[in-house]
């Protein structure tokens, strides 16, 4: 930043940032990575890193032949990024302007960065019920997931009866995938009707090892150290009982960290960045650039977010190189 603009700034920690970063670094630009910082986030603490900082067994990241835990392999990106003397700055970028280039960024501490060239992998939160207990056990590795297709086919959950929370599409596919590794899987659902498609609804109800509980909410999480049953309540009698199970994978949606890019980015209907050319990281605004499950409502995977971390530090490399920045 001879010029006292940063070629390349990356704002966010996951497989996105990480990856970008190394790529970005690799081909000389000196980026710097605004990886966030500790905060609370409704009832759960959230740390630099990504939703693999609360995953504690990957077994489906290629390179990793005995599995790893989220949080180590997220320090191996981090002590990659840094071999390679990529700047870290742990804090939160508050809010940016990129109205004009260079663009304009504050982080938490209010502090002024101007960037060149900008790439937004700041991810999504998946929705939680918000109850104590379920957000302990999901970070202590207690059997509680927001992703079935990450931990479903852990031992911990083979054979045994899980559940599943919602009633949408995505709780059709994550429970039939479970389907493969449970004994049996309960999908909870608050309603008295599946709000999914009518082909999801059917495939769910014709499967002989899902069962839907009807008109029930979950009020608790029981276990110490593991899950052990879920305390439901009927919202229509009012009754409360214990439902054993093994396993309790989220099943509600996700959430994108995009308010900071909000009357800055064209978002999607859900709030993810709209990216405008299909294969590529490019976004609304020339020279900003977005990776990962800010971007990706679909697959939602570490190594897809691993993918497009790379396509964006190529193309942010190829767009500055148009602009005359080296």
Not at 195 to 207: C, F, G, H, I, T
Not at 296 to 323: F, H, N
């Amino acid at each position: 930043m001879a010029d006292g603009v940063e070629r390349v700034t990356i704002i966010g920690s996951g497989p996105a940032g990480w990856t970008a970063a190394i790529y970005a670094a690799r081909a000389n630009l000196n980026p710097v990575v605004y990886e966030g910082q500790p905060k609370r986030v409704g009832a759960l603490n959230e740390i630099p890193g990504g939703q693999l900082m609360f995953t504690t067994e990957v077994e489906n990241y290629p390179g990793f032949p005995k599995g790893i835990e989220g949080p180590e392999m997220m320090m191996q990106f981090r002590e990659q990024a840094k071999r390679f003397d990529v700047r870290i700055v742990t804090r939160d970028i508050a809010r940016v302007d990129f109205s004009s280039r260079p663009f304009k960024l504050w982080d938490s501490k209010d502090e002024l960065i101007e960037s060149h060239a900008v790439i937004a992998a700041t991810g999504a939160r998946a929705n939680w019920l918000g109850l104590e207990n379920e957000q302990r056990l999901a970070q202590s590795g207690g059997g509680v997931s927001a992703c079935a297709i990450c931990d479903g086919a852990l031992p911990a959950f083979r054979d045994k009866e899980v559940a599943v929370v919602g009633g949408g599409d995505s709780a059709i596919e994550e429970a039939t995938y479970l389907t493969k590794y449970a004994s049996k899987v309960y999908i909870i659902h608050r309603r008295d009707e599946l709000r999914a498609s009518k082909v999801m609804r059917q495939r769910a109800l014709e499967n002989k090892k899902i069962e839907v509980v009807w008109d029930s909410i979950v009020v608790d999480v029981v276990g110490d150290t593991r899950i052990e049953a879920l305390r439901l309540k009927n919202v229509k009698s009012g009754q409360v009982r214990d439902m054993p199970v093994g396993g309790l994978f989220m099943a509600i949606g996700h959430t994108p960290t995009t308010q900071v890019f909000k009357g800055q980015l064209d978002l999607d209907e859900k709030g993810y960045v709209k990216l405008t050319d299909p294969g590529r990281t490019t976004t609304s605004v020339e020279g900003v650039f977005a990776a990962g499950d800010v971007a990706d409502s679909v697959y939602r995977q570490a190594v897809t977010a691993a993918g497009m971390g790379c396509k964006a530090a190529i193309d942010a490399e190829r767009w500055l190189a148009t602009q005359g920045i080296e």
